[in-house]
């Protein structure tokens, strides 16, 4: 870092700067302020020293970084083999170390300023020597360019601030303190320097000068990243000073922790009293505030033991020197809303999860966040606003529920929605559904198959957002309160480490969670999310990534909903390390992905532990299928692409006439009444983001179909979303939408729709010209909702292709 000092208000304005013209520092000034009047000083003393922070107050104004671009200058007419000497900056000498070691005979002189020594040739007309200058300090003194850019490191800069007397910048974030120590015992310094630390203060520059006519003691020069407020900062480190005074006033940044601006200093005596209020004390205030977002309900299982495992998280925080603050957000139960109204709620709630986190975090100023979750959408909601703040956080996956047992077999909640269709078909009676009813959900968890819940779980292991080994965890198991405790105490280490998610979040995660989505057959729902998430974090991210990603990854993990195995069977086979180390031998995982735990994911793989004979994860030499689970389609009736999951056993290809249905609640009663046939094709439509709206899953279609004996032998198109507990060749998300005026909208009941998984086509069996003239006739239906929420999500909601988002 090199200073400029920018002289008086007047115009034209004037900027002192080291060293002469043609210097990097000139061109940083002009940079900085093109019309001033350079004033060039021969010494950094003369324009700058660190007694003057001393004297005044001195705001940074601005800030100019330049790219080193060092070339090498002679004398008119003298040629490389002539010359003896080369004069430059130190600084400069070293950063040409390489070019300078192929000359031979040739010695090196510093002098005070790269175009210094270009002057000193100039002025002495010397024949045999060169300078180390830039492009400018040749014209400047008229030097010829005997070779560019022969700096050892393109990528180097030199960076200035412009300081002046004038009042700092609006968002200033760096000040620079200035102390002394009046004791000489042991830990001074240290103790001096600790109250930034524990205010999660940045310190970023640390120097030292001896004080003026007593050189045995020092003056100490800190560089802090905070809002200015000198007066404040520094009366922290006065003996017997209130730690409780750090730090300065200014907004959540979004790209770090900043408790210290809610709660120190007179002015927020207010706040700390309100926090006393309710237990916290100065104490607590005093270390970095940890919050908690819970998504409990006791509104089913998924999230209903939240609340206990928080009690854990917050004893970890505690005993690793944070302070935990919990509150709620909301979230919407995808089992019990199913097939109904309620349903529109859930992917909404997406959205209001993620908001909601964002929200209590940026008014609190959270240093780190801990986001329990469980049910299916408040898992990607929360990965969304932690990606969203970027602040240290950890994601803890409350667990699967175990296997309920009925009439001697393990069953899942999927049995009971593929029950009500064969009770519907005559082919289970009252008593066989109620056994069903009572005896699938055996107590607090998410939904035990490889459904929307695991599939997220398992996205945010190999994202890297939580801990590896953490999700498959059973939700009643007692290693989960130790699981949580431990996510308690990791959330400090990424506060003091300052690891934040989208430094854990990249695009090879992005790809990781894509594999292990297709190699265990996971929910379609799996796209929505990952595409979502990606956009919060700031990666670019298309359709087209899950085909390239699952054509490479083998379905390896025999899970429910296609397959025989669990959640709970998961984990006693090794749970997601096993997979992560299949997939690093096969050689589609990104080793290198770091994750909360600081190891990367090749690390966590090595430490897979797998029980001899398990069956649940297949070995890479015996694969459900090559290839994994998750299909991309396109064609006329999908030109933004549709999602379908392939699991083992269902048929790559379909073609049929299409029974058209505008929502689920017709197309349900439809299987019901026996409408619905043996090789057709049923389109549900009007059930996207915009034109649910709310995107419903279709769960109670396609577990009717399945009831009726009729998951083999139909096809579903919609342009709503499929529950993970979904099976058969469903195709969903297809975009654009009904409501939005996609070719779904055209489709009539008759027509030839082909569902070909082979060739990733969709497509209706008409021409384009008909399909043309079909979507000009067409006329939009009105909207369901006028005000509230879900017509606010309507009116702002994005295509499925595109994450169904609204922000």
């Not at 004038?166 to 000489?184: C, H, I, P, Q, Y």
């Not at 695991?454 to 989960?480: H, Q, R, W, Y």
């Not at 480490?497 to 695009?507: D, K």
């Not at 006739?777 to 929420?789: C, E, I, K, L, S």
Request: hydrophobic share 45%; glycine share 12%; proline share 6%.
């Amino acid at each position: 870092m090199v200073a400029f000092v920018v002289l008086g208000e007047s115009r034209p304005m004037r900027i002192a700067y080291q060293g002469e013209p043609g210097a990097y520092s000139e061109a940083a000034a002009l940079t900085f302020a093109p019309a001033a009047e350079p004033l060039p000083c021969r010494t950094f003393e003369d324009v700058f020293n660190y007694d003057l922070l001393v004297e005044h107050e001195l705001p940074i104004v601005g800030e100019v970084e330049l790219k080193v671009e060092h070339c090498l200058l002679a004398y008119p007419g003298v040629a490389l083999e002539d010359i003896r000497v080369v004069h430059s900056h130190p600084q400069a000498l070293a950063q040409c170390e390489r070019f300078l070691s192929s000359l031979t005979g040739v010695n090196l002189e510093a002098v005070y300023d790269t175009a210094g020594g270009a002057k000193l040739i100039r002025e002495g007309e010397l024949r045999n020597a060169a300078a180390i200058a830039s492009r400018r300090a040749a014209e400047v003194f008229q030097l010829d360019v005997l070779r560019e850019g022969i700096q050892d490191f393109d990528a180097n800069i030199t960076r200035f601030f412009a300081i002046a007397r004038s009042s700092a910048v609006e968002g200033a974030d760096k000040t620079s303190v200035v102390f002394a120590l009046e004791g000489k015992e042991p830990g001074s310094l240290f103790k001096a320097l600790s109250v930034f630390a524990l205010r999660n203060i940045n310190l970023t520059k640390l120097e030292s000068r001896p004080i003026r006519g007593r050189p045995w003691e020092y003056m100490f020069y800190a560089d802090i990243a905070v809002p200015r407020d000198v007066s404040r900062v520094a009366r922290t480190i006065e003996p017997g000073a209130d730690p409780g005074d750090a730090g300065g006033d200014g907004p959540m940044s979004t790209n770090n922790g900043s408790a210290f601006i809610v709660t120190p200093g007179p002015n927020r005596a207010g706040a700390r009293s309100m926090l006393k209020a309710v237990g916290f004390t100065d104490d607590d205030l005093r270390r970095p505030l940890v919050g908690i977002a819970n998504t409990w309900i006791e509104i089913g299982p998924c999230n209903y033991h939240l609340r206990d495992l928080a009690v854990h998280v917050k004893r970890g925080v505690r005993e690793a020197g944070g302070t935990p603050m919990e509150f709620n957000t909301v979230s919407i139960s995808d089992g019990i809303t199913m097939g109904t109204p309620g349903m529109r709620a859930s992917l909404v709630s997406r959205e209001v999860i993620a908001d909601s986190i964002e929200l209590v975090a940026r008014g609190n100023g959270f240093d780190a966040i801990v986001a329990l979750v469980g049910c299916d959408k408040t898992i990607p909601g929360a990965v969304m606003a932690l990606a969203r703040l970027d602040v240290p956080g950890v994601v803890l996956y409350g667990g699967s529920i175990a296997p309920g047992h009925v009439d001697g077999r393990d069953v899942t909640i999927q049995d009971v929605y593929e029950a009500i269709g064969a009770h519907a078909a005559g082919a289970m009676d009252d008593k066989g559904l109620r056994r069903l009813e009572d005896g699938a959900c055996p107590g607090a968890g998410a939904c035990g198959g490889q459904f929307t819940a695991n599939t997220m779980a398992a996205v945010c292991e190999f994202l890297g957002i939580s801990a590896m080994g953490s999700a498959s965890v059973p939700a009643v198991d007692p290693a989960k309160a130790t699981v949580a405790y431990e996510v308690g105490k990791l959330a400090m280490t990424l506060q003091r480490g300052h690891v934040t998610p989208r430094r854990i979040i990249t695009r090879q995660a992005i790809e990781n969670a894509i594999a292990v989505v297709a190699t265990t057959g996971g929910s379609t729902n799996a796209v929505l999310h990952l595409l979502a998430i990606a956009r919060e974090a700031g990666i670019e991210l298309d359709l087209d990534v899950f085909n390239t990603v699952s054509a490479r990854v083998p379905l390896l993990a025999d899970l429910k909903p296609s397959g025989r195995f669990v959640a709970t069977d998961l984990h006693k086979a090794g749970g997601m390390r096993v997979l992560a180390k299949r997939l690093a031998d096969a050689g589609v995982l990104h080793t290198s992905s770091p994750t909360v735990s600081g190891r990367t994911i090749g690390e966590e793989a090595a430490l897979a532990s797998e029980p001899p004979g398990q069956e649940v994860v297949r070995p890479l030499s015996d694969p459900i299928q090559t290839t994994g689970g998750l299909v991309i389609l396109r064609g006329n009736l999908a030109h933004d692409g549709a999602v379908v999951k392939m699991g083992g056993h269902t048929r790559p290809t379909h073609r049929g006439p299409a029974r058209v249905f505008d929502g689920e609640e017709a197309a349900f009663d439809a299987v019901g009444d026996g409408r619905i046939h043996a090789g057709d094709v049923v389109v549900i439509r009007y059930e996207g983001p915009r034109g649910g709206p709310g995107m419903r899953e279709m769960l109670a279609v396609t577990a009717a179909l399945v009831g009726a004996g009729l998951g083999e032998s139909v096809a579903l198109v919609t342009d709503g979303r499929f529950s993970g507990a979904t099976r058969g060749l469903m195709v969903g998300h297809d975009a654009p939408e009904a409501a939005a005026g996609g070719p779904i909208a055209a489709v009539r009941d008759g027509d030839v729709i082909t569902v070909d998984v082979t060739s990733r086509r969709l497509a209706v069996e008409i021409t384009d010209t008909e399909l043309r003239a079909r979507l000009a006739a067409w006329q939009p239906p009105p909207p369901r909702f006028q005000t509230g929420v879900m017509a606010k999500y309507a009116r702002l909601v994005s295509s499925a292709a595109l994450g169904a988002v609204t922000g």
